[in-house]
């Protein structure tokens, strides 16, 4: 292998698209009702027919499963839920059998509280793990220590009687946060990983990445700077979480975690940053040079903003902040609504709304991540109080109806029972408006949404300045994104963010054979998009691009 050739691999996911799998909800081969290893593998060729370059594995750890895996309680086993240990090594040799990388999820934050090593912090504070984990002592009134809040309600400290202390958790009580200030707990995490670099795996999507230290005098965090108005019901996101997570020592560890990746040829991490002040500042933090993550993502793109602004001020505010950084871009994933309906409402076509959202986010500058069932077009399944399983819903119903309406199962199938998914109930329902958009309806419809991200993600690969061009945003009309990707030649991406058409007029410029565009016209002397239309033109160095 030529140092060019080298150098073009280790660099796999600079260019890739990430498909987000949600094991329970992906396929159940055992009758249970809930999706295992074995599925996934049952369905690696649909994955491979999709054209992505990795797959991302929500958590398979063993786990109480209080927070639906991402709350672990032995980090170098699977799940028996899941499969076993053998079933997992043969999904990772399948994988790479058909060129898909495989990264899984993996939770450093925090532990479940059945870890035998919090039992064991837990049990008074000359114990060999006492301080493995946060602990604090009561104010004088018997209050918690500080003000900081739980992301899923309430203080973040729970009292623990055998100590008399409290324990941090910024998620669950049953998920306390590991104390990284310890050097042995950095050391103990760093090995877990380590274990699963051994078995064959090409990287991590770190869950939380920016919430491993906490501030040690423990200072109160202050209020939010945010509008009031702009503010989510959630108490959690009244705070400007300065102390409590985002400490400077992260990127110390994080730089220790790149160094164990490096140790491993083609390895790559790519980190959750979640915070609601700051997020883009963090993601170029993290991201910057080649010492800390390859990449990471916010939950800037995740939101209820839908307008041209917020997509180029996101993107160039990232790009100017950390120059030689990267991002991986995602419009769905597990934790929040589906995108379709999210932004969806804003055009009556919801198919059409699709397509234009898939080639929007692949068309950015930046890596891609595809959350299953993102490629059917799914949308989030309305669902009954009754059927929740998410702790966040069972919480703030019905205000916040948590994350269930975005992991139901994928629908493989409409003419089978409980869509192709499983023999048994399944553990969240498949409803109608799913099943409709099943994979056996889509595979034999050239025109659906399948068969559009299948066609982009070929278009994508084999046009150089979208995986790796350079990206420049151009402002000619509100309702218009519209940006060129620079490379060996350069390539205007256009899309329409309303329901009125948009007629444009210009020179310099010519269509791209067979390019997945939709709801569009183009002539030599102007250029149509109809309601939440896109389309893709080679241009010259002399271009003008005006709307009429």
């Not at 292998?1 to 073009?8: A, G, L, P, R």
């Not at 491979?48 to 086993?77: E, H, N, Q, R, T």
């Not at 493995?132 to 009687?161: C, Q, T």
Request: hydrophobic letters at 35%; a negative charge; glycine letters at 6%.
């Amino acid at each position: 292998m030529d140092t060019e050739q080298k150098i073009k691999t280790k660099k796999w996911w600079k260019e890739s698209v990430i498909y987000q799998i949600y094991p329970r909800s992906f396929m159940d081969t055992s009758g249970n009702g809930i999706g295992d290893i074995k599925g996934i593998e049952d369905k690696l060729s649909y994955i491979a027919d999709l054209g992505v370059d990795a797959v991302w594995l929500s958590p398979v750890f063993s786990s109480p499963m209080k927070d639906m895996g991402y709350d672990i309680k032995d980090y170098k086993s699977i799940d028996a839920l899941f499969g076993s240990m053998k079933e997992f090594e043969t999904l990772i040799a399948k994988c790479h059998k058909k060129n898909i990388k495989i990264i899984v999820d993996q939770v450093l934050s925090h532990s479940s509280d059945q870890l035998p090593f919090f039992q064991q912090s837990r049990v008074n504070k000359s114990s060999s793990k006492a301080d493995w984990y946060v602990w604090a002592n009561p104010k004088p009134d018997g209050s918690p220590p500080n003000n900081w809040l739980s992301v899923f309600g309430g203080s973040a400290w729970e009292w623990e009687p055998l100590r008399s202390q409290y324990y941090l958790h910024n998620f669950l009580s049953s998920q306390p946060d590991f104390n990284f200030h310890n050097l042995e707990v950095q050391d103990w995490l760093l090995d877990t990983s380590r274990f699963w670099l051994e078995k064959g795996i090409d990287g991590f999507r770190l869950d939380t990445v920016n919430y491993y230290f906490h501030d040690k005098e423990l200072k109160d965090n202050p209020p939010s700077p945010l509008n009031s108005e702009f503010l989510p019901d959630d108490p959690y996101y009244m705070q400007d979480q300065i102390n409590s997570i985002n400490q400077k020592e992260n990127l110390i560890f994080l730089e220790k975690y790149r160094s164990l990746l490096e140790e491993y040829p083609d390895k790559a991490c790519v980190g959750e940053i979640g915070d609601a002040h700051r997020a883009l500042e963090l993601m170029e933090e993290y991201t910057k040079g080649t010492k800390r993550l390859h990449m990471a993502y916010s939950f800037e793109l995740l939101g209820n903003k839908f307008n041209p602004n917020h997509f180029r001020n996101t993107v160039e505010e990232f790009f100017q902040g950390t120059g030689d950084g990267w991002p991986c871009w995602s419009f769905s994933n597990h934790d929040v609504k589906r995108h379709v309906s999210r932004w969806g409402a804003l055009s009556k076509d919801k198919k059409l709304f699709s397509k234009m959202a898939g080639a929007l986010l692949m068309s950015l500058r930046g890596s891609v991540c595809l959350y299953q069932g993102e490629e059917l077009g799914q949308t989030e399944t309305e669902l009954k109080f009754e059927e929740l399983t998410d702790p966040l819903g069972l919480r703030y119903w019905p205000k916040n109806k948590g994350r269930d309406g975005c992991r139901t199962p994928m629908p493989w199938s409409k003419e089978k029972p409980n869509g192709g998914f499983s023999k048994m109930k399944p553990w969240l329902p498949l409803k109608e408006e799913q099943l409709n958009n099943s994979v056996s309806v889509q595979e034999i419809n050239p025109s659906s949404v399948l068969n559009f991200y299948k066609d982009f993600i070929k278009f994508r690969k084999i046009t150089t300045p979208l995986k790796s061009g350079s990206i420049e945003f151009y402002d000619i009309h509100k309702d218009l994104l519209f940006f060129s990707r620079q490379g060996d030649y350069n390539v205007a991406c256009l899309f329409n963010f309303s329901d009125k058409r948009i007629q444009i007029q210009g020179q310099g410029y010519e269509a791209i054979n067979n390019s997945p565009c939709s709801n569009f016209q183009i002539n030599k002397l102007d250029v149509t998009l109809g309601e939440t239309g896109f389309c893709f033109l080679k241009l010259q160095d002399n271009f003008i691009l005006e709307v009429i």
